[in-house]
């Protein structure tokens, strides 16, 4: 049994026909129009309750993926001491690093990632071989003081991210785990509704390690250009082109040029962070060595702009079934009290299927209504007037077909079962 | 059927025996030994991923008794636009406001409440009195600048914080909502374990209104003092002691002086920001007039300091069933396969009874494993050694409880199912 419809009224946000002026992306002018975001400054947004919904989605599948391997789940602070940023140089060099001041004259960092916390955070439990390897990671928020915030959701000076930290004894280890790391981002973004078009890219590893992986989702609004191996399923990036390319099996490879949005990335980052923290543990030998580190990050807010970006068409939002924000949008148009108790009947049928839903049954007209329900994008509409009371049937239409069907009530529950 | 047990040791924290010098409070020198937090500065705190489980429980409680009273979950930002607290005249008058600058030039606030914020995101959606009454909240990360942060987790300079606000037409609707809120408020307290040394305490509405209510709860190290009525199952503080017994109806209780922490506090706040936002309906007369807000908040880190200063003893934590990370501790001391085999026996008894285990089955001894269940405080522990395979049956022991008892195998299901 699934939970009772919610009233699209009590959510309490509206769709706006116009499109922002001061948006130029389609992710942000869709969800500022269609009610699940709103903009409070440049890179800066509100997540409304439909946007709450559909980030809970994937954040849930994020949990699901990072907990099928291994990780723990935490939650480090946005405000960092300072002394921990110059412990590893990154105080200065980090270049939109937001700082403020304390009352009593410390500055501390907003944080723009976690290595500056969680490394001497776990120092005190990393003793011996046998404390090794685990794994951690948090959905949190970051800040980043971006010069010129743009294209919506997908670069913010606020937003949201999963970020998984590994610690292991050995290198061997840490490259076992990166791999099946790089397994369950594939499963993510797959999971997400855009697998098909996103890829693991080739990235340099800058000063950690020589490589690393970016996920590239192809959009024609990509601000990144990745070359995709089909063979290898797997792309390169501009900047370590030429170096990948240089390489034997990467020689004769056919790439296709793609534009790209970046939607995650996992990193090797070697010794450095435990050197800074002095973080050691004895190893089986008696020697006291620094643990090697992962990381693993994955931006929720940006990933939802990337969705929005890739999953949309002229008429609004289209977005995949596994995170929309409810699986059916019910309209009710007209009033009556056999309409109500006809619409009821509904409710109590998709209910039963666990299916969630939101229900408009305000005064709008016909006509708004389908744009309402086309913009904002749930998978399916279904619409309840007169016609369908004297049918006992209701009008059911994927947010991907052109034309609606009349399904009769006593066949609902199998249309929804096929899927 | 629950979930797979989670081992200690993947878990990655270590308890302590040595009280932390810096932690002055009972709340932190628990979570912080138990390994529930870690310290990162003074004021700051890391939940590490048993702390992270009772937070979750706490917030699944009130995400609950939220969505009971009509709230829709939103999320707005930590970053605000200094002019929106320019608007409401508190941008220099909020004492505890971390400020931070933009790469660009602008001052923004870091947001230690969201007034400023969510009435100028629902303008643009309040338009007729068809549109209200809602009630929307989030769950988010407040700072504030604390000159003192002190006691632990009771007052941090970032803490997360449930708010809700309501947005009525009429003064009777916000004060029959708030009727409402309140015994939500008391819902959740009594959910989290609390609820009997927890009491609605009449305070000052300060500049919005007349009253407003604190929920405090009694602990011997609480920094509050109220004066409470049995009688009316309500207590006053200290600054509205005099105004409020010189009423009528309060003055002949009989008080009873109590020391107490404030775990959630209620508030109308009248007109005065939807005028500083310039928000305005049309009444059902045609009028333009501006909503009256409520706002409603619970800081969920503080109220899991508040649990552990009052469920404790002097071996550890006593955490309330509902809240506590774990339901079952599986402690199993000693190795082989006989004893690895058994522990898999009960584990899959435990799991098909839904429950959720935590398993210490380290090198450790019999007295240091006892002594880390008792400091981390689940509420029912079970031991599993030689004797244990030998008779078939295990030692069980409630955390509230002093001697522990055999159960067998076969009567395992029924003693929890006893409760």
Chains 1, 2 share one sequence.
Not at 31 to 42: H, I, K, P, Q, T
Not at 319 to 341: C, N, R, T
Not at 364 to 374: C, E, L, V
């Amino acid at each position: 049994m699934g939970k009772p419809a919610i009233r699209y009224s009590d959510l309490f946000t509206k769709t706006s026909m116009a499109a922002p002026q001061e948006e130029n992306s389609a992710n942000a002018r869709l969800l500022v129009r269609a009610g699940y975001v709103s903009r409070v400054m440049a890179g800066v947004y509100a997540y409304l309750p439909l946007g709450k919904r559909v980030l809970d989605k994937i954040e849930a599948i994020i949990h699901d993926e990072m907990q099928a391997i291994g990780g723990h789940e935490l939650l480090l602070p946005g405000l960092h001491p300072q002394e921990n940023w110059k412990a590893t140089g990154r105080w200065d060099k980090f270049d939109v690093l937001f700082k403020t001041h304390g009352e009593d004259g410390p500055e501390y960092a907003l944080g723009p990632t976690h290595e500056e916390v969680i490394v001497p955070v776990v120092k005190s439990f990393v003793q011996s071989y046998r404390d090794l390897p685990f794994y951690t990671y948090q959905i949190q928020t970051k800040f980043r003081n971006e010069l010129r915030p743009k294209s919506g959701l997908l670069r913010g000076r606020e937003f949201r991210m999963k970020d998984l930290y590994s610690f292991h004894a050995t290198q061997d280890d840490l490259d076992a785990y990166y791999e099946k790391a790089l397994q369950a981002y594939i499963n993510v973004f797959e999971r997400c509704g855009i697998g098909s078009v996103t890829v693991p890219t080739i990235a340099s590893g800058g000063t950690f390690s020589e490589w690393s992986h970016e996920f590239q989702t192809e959009t024609a609004a990509g601000e990144d250009t990745v070359y995709y191996s089909a063979a290898k399923q797997m792309a390169v990036n501009d900047e370590v082109k030429d170096k990948v390319l240089a390489q034997e099996d990467w020689a004769n490879e056919t790439l296709e040029t793609r534009k790209t949005i970046e939607v995650g990335n996992i990193f090797k980052l070697g010794t450095k962070f435990a050197e800074d923290f002095g973080v050691k543990f004895q190893d089986s030998d008696g020697n006291s060595i620094h643990p090697v580190i992962g990381c693993y990050g994955i931006g929720t807010t940006r990933l939802l702009g990337a969705i929005a970006e890739v999953c949309h068409d002229e008429n609004g939002l289209i977005w995949p079934e596994s995170i929309a924000p409810f699986d059916v949008h019910v309209a009710q148009v007209g009033k009556g009290d056999e309409l109500a108790a006809f619409t009821e009947t509904v409710l109590a049928q998709l209910k039963a299927l666990d299916l969630d839903v939101l229900l408009d049954d305000g005064p709008g007209s016909f006509g708004s209504k389908m744009k309402d329900a086309d913009l904002i994008g749930i998978p399916v509409r279904i619409v309840i007037g007169s016609r369908a009371v004297k049918a006992n049937a209701v009008e059911v239409k994927r947010r991907t077909d052109k034309d609606a069907e009349m399904i009769a009530l006593d066949a609902l529950a199998d249309y929804f079962r096929a899927g």
